[in-house]
């Protein structure tokens, strides 16, 4: 399996690094992207460095850079994951404005008619917010904001990251252990 990874400059880069970890200790073929944002966010929100978040993916490409092979159909990926998923980037994949790679991979994977799963953080949601997440909801893209689940009884942060990763990785048929199963517990 070939997954692109995005991560925008929202709150919550700690999703898409803890994407990065999973699929990496799951044998999983990743291209990541960051925005310019997404880079600053890791050390404001995280003790992580840019070097060990790029070090988890299979190839890291530059935002910037139109070339790459992921903005092209022909490159063979199963799907993309943005996480997290800022509302510019949202507003620029519901309006095909591909001004940046993550724009434009999720634009690919669109059109190729493959998976594409956003995972994004806002609050409040506007209703302009809602309206591109509609719009995008209406042609089959997974709209999964990492919303807390309290059945289980998170005991850390890291819980509660582990379950919103774990979502997505359902929406790929990923196999995982990140949390509990209802009915398991």
């Known amino acids: 399996m070939k997954l692109v990874i995005g991560m925008t400059g929202s709150t919550g880069v700690v999703y898409g690094i803890r994407m990065l970890e999973t699929l990496k200790n799951l044998g999983i073929e990743t291209h990541l992207i960051m925005s310019e944002w997404a880079a600053k966010c890791v050390s404001m929100e995280t003790e992580y460095s840019l070097d060990y978040v790029k070090s988890l993916a299979t190839n890291v490409s530059d935002e910037k850079n139109m070339a790459s092979s992921v903005s092209s159909g022909t490159h063979k ?8 998923c800022s509302m510019k980037t949202l507003a620029a994949i519901a309006n095909g404005y591909d001004d940046t790679l993550i724009a434009r991979a999720a634009g690919v994977t669109i ?33 999964l904001p990492p919303v807390t689940e309290f059945y289980t009884k998170p005991k850390s942060i890291d819980e509660i990251i582990n379950h919103g990763v774990g979502k997505c990785l359902d929406q790929f048929d990923i196999e995982h252990d990140l949390y509990p199963r209802w009915g398991s517990f």
């Open 111 to 143: 059109k190729e008619s493959r998976k594409l799963v956003l995972m994004v953080r806002e609050t409040p949601l506007s209703a302009i917010h809602l309206e591109n997440m509609l719009k995008l909801s209406r042609l089959g893209i997974v709209i």
């Open 77 to 84: 990926i199963n799907g993309m994951i943005v996480a997290p």
